[in-house]
């Protein structure tokens, strides 16, 4: 009998101990993609929560004088900012006793005194001294508020120092008064700018992978490409079903490694891809949306899963040393590719790994083939 012909019954018979294997492929899928999909169901809905906080409540008083449509401007325009309506919600109160007795109840978590002559203070550089007063001083939220005002005023200090430089300069090359003053106007209302609007500065990440599903469809997709890989503590076996005696005889006929290994990576994508059109057909249901192109294009992480189970299962001496080193590699796999949390929350020196990593290909290809 030719080489040829021998490499083809060898593939032939390995499709036909697969017969026996996928009734234990079915149920283990079964098994696995539940526990999955509950697992990234619940880090969907209840770690990954788009908000988990309240806005602080706020309040401050402030004695009647030349100032108050200045402070009053103020006070809208920060309102009317949308990092500060998610974060803080500020309350004017008309007397001092009204502000500690907000504070006393638990109404508001800080009361805010500003003494007259508050805003030609700061433009004077006198800077008067604002009362806090801070109903509890332990909770993160009045950490996280101090550590706000702080940095605020930081920004004011550098903001006072530029506009009295712009005045000193327009001074320094003769201007008049209506041309130092028309300066002064513009740096204020530039810095103020500068320092109120902290929406510019907020960079919004969402803990998605890098083809834009949804956080939702990102562990979907992870979890079917963990089933596809734990599919080895079934084909690794299978793979090794062959007795040395066996291999001897296939030696003798000039059958190699090579072609067993080969003959194994055929059966084991066959049976990978038998495991996937289930799974893509439940993920299709429970999103509505079928996307039929999806069982061609998802060849290439297929072929990517079943190469490395393909080359563990050939490398290892047992099948539990085969499962234990894959279980292993898998999971530095997922966690590099994004599979368990999600690439843009991973540490900058991992995003940097994953690129040369297969995990965040194939989980992307796997995504893309489900939606």
């Known amino acids: 009998m030719s080489k040829q012909r021998l490499y083809i019954n060898l593939i032939i018979a390995n499709f036909k101990r697969l017969k026996k294997y996928l ?29 988990k906080y309240e806005a602080v409540q706020l309040a401050y008083f402030l004695d009647a004088d030349e100032d108050e449509r200045y402070i009053n401007f103020a006070i809208d325009y920060l309102n009317s900012m949308k990092s500060m309506k ?19 109840s638990g109404e508001v978590l800080f009361f805010i005194y500003l003494p007259s002559g508050f805003y030609e203070g700061i433009m004077t550089g006198h800077n008067p001294t604002v009362n806090i007063v801070v109903r509890d001083n332990k909770s ?13 005023a930081r920004y004011l200090s550098t903001a006072q120092a530029a ?7 327009s001074w320094s090359h003769e201007m008049d008064d209506d041309e130092v003053a028309r300066v002064n106007q513009a740096s204020n209302m530039i810095f103020f700018e500068k320092v109120a609007d902290k929406d510019s500065a907020i960079k919004v990440i969402e803990a998605t992978s890098e083809n834009n599903h949804s956080l939702k469809n990102h562990y979907e997709a992870a979890a079917i490409m963990l089933c596809l890989f734990f599919m080895s503590f079934i084909l690794i076996p299978y793979m090794q079903g062959c007795d040395k005696g066996i291999v001897h005889k296939l030696s003798t006929c000039k059958i190699t490694n090579i072609h067993i290994f080969s003959s194994n990576f055929y059966c084991i994508f066959t049976a990978l891809y038998l495991t996937f059109i289930p799974c893509h057909f439940v993920i299709s249901i429970m999103n509505q949306n ?14 990517g899963i079943a190469l ?16 234990l080193i894959l279980l292993f590699t898998v999971i530095a796999i997922a966690y590099i590719g994004g599979a368990i949390i999600p690439n ?23 995504a893309n083939s489900l939606f």
């Open 23 to 51: 009734p234990s492929l079915f149920a283990a899928m079964i098994l696995l993609l539940t526990l999955l999909c509950l697992a990234a169901h619940f880090l969907t809905n209840n770690i990954y929560k788009s908000k």
């Open 86 to 104: 998610e974060t803080a919600n500020i309350i004017q109160v008309n007397s001092v006793e009204e502000g500690y007795a907000m504070v006393d």
């Open 140 to 152: 993160m939220a009045t950490y996280i508020s101090n550590e706000l005002f702080l940095s605020l």
């Open 163 to 169: 506009i009295y430089s712009a005045i000193d300069t």
């Open 290 to 303: 079928i996307n039929s192109k999806g069982l061609i294009g998802v060849f290439p992480a297929l072929l």
């Open 308 to 323: 490395i189970i393909t080359l563990i299962g050939s490398l290892s001496k047992s099948a539990f040393s085969g499962n």
């Open 344 to 366: 843009a929350m991973l540490p900058r020196v991992i995003q940097n790994l994953s690129t040369y990593m297969p995990g965040k290909y194939l989980l992307a290809n796997i």
